[in-house]
């Protein structure tokens, strides 16, 4: 199912078809690093990930992580969407990107359309991110998006606090 296209970008629903692109993604560095490893070593690993993560949630919640590829190549390039923790408040927004597609705008603007698509569709009054606070890509990008500073928090059996950010998608604000 399509959620959303913009410009340069399709945003749709993972299927297991899409394991051979997870097992990629989620041993990139910069995943490793910022989000960290998932134990994800095989095609068969990727799979069981698609369905106990993103389809899951589409199943619980209506969405989800997406998957985002370019509209023209027809390629995926990574991942951006919705996530509902039971240990926040709110919904927050995750995405990420094979490195090879960095810095072209595209993370910025599949966020975009995942924001619009939660106000719009989702009826999402407020939106939260939780990044690394050495995570100085996401942040960027989250401050570009709108999202300001809302306080530390440490997840639990973690150590380290990490930023939650967060804006308002009333009417008015990004
Ligand atoms: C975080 C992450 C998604 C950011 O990706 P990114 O490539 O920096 O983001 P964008 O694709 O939006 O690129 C933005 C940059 O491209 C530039 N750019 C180039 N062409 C552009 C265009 N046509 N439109 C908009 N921006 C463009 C922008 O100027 C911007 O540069 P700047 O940040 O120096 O101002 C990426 O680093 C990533 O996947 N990290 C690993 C996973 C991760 O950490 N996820 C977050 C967990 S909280």
Redesign the pocket.
């Known amino acids: 199912m399509i959620i959303a296209e913009t410009e340069r970008l399709v945003i749709r629903e993972f299927t297991i078809d899409d394991a051979p692109f997870i097992l990629e993604l989620v041993n990139?560095p910069?995943?490793l690093t910022?989000?960290g490893d998932k134990g994800v070593r095989t095609t068969d690993d990727a799979v069981r990930y698609i369905l106990n993560g993103p389809v899951k949630s589409y199943h619980t919640h209506g969405f989800g992580l997406w998957l985002v590829q370019l509209k023209q190549e027809n390629i995926p390039i990574?991942m951006c969407g919705l996530i509902k923790r039971d240990l926040l408040e709110h919904v927050d927004i995750?995405?990420?990107?094979l490195s090879a597609h960095?810095?072209?705008?595209?993370?910025?603007?599949a966020a975009t359309a995942t924001l619009e698509y939660a106000k719009d569709k989702v009826g999402l009054k407020h939106i939260l991110?939780?990044?690394?606070q050495d995570?100085f890509?996401?942040i960027?990008?989250l401050e570009k998006l709108g999202l300001k500073f809302e306080r530390l928090i440490t997840l639990p059996g973690e150590q380290k606090p990490i930023l939650l950010m967060g804006a308002s998608l009333l009417s008015g604000n990004s």
Do not use: D, K, P, V
């Open positions: 990139e910069a995943w910022f989000i990574g995750g995405f990420a990107y960095n810095g072209q705008g595209y993370a910025y603007e991110a939780i990044t690394n995570n890509r996401s960027r990008l």
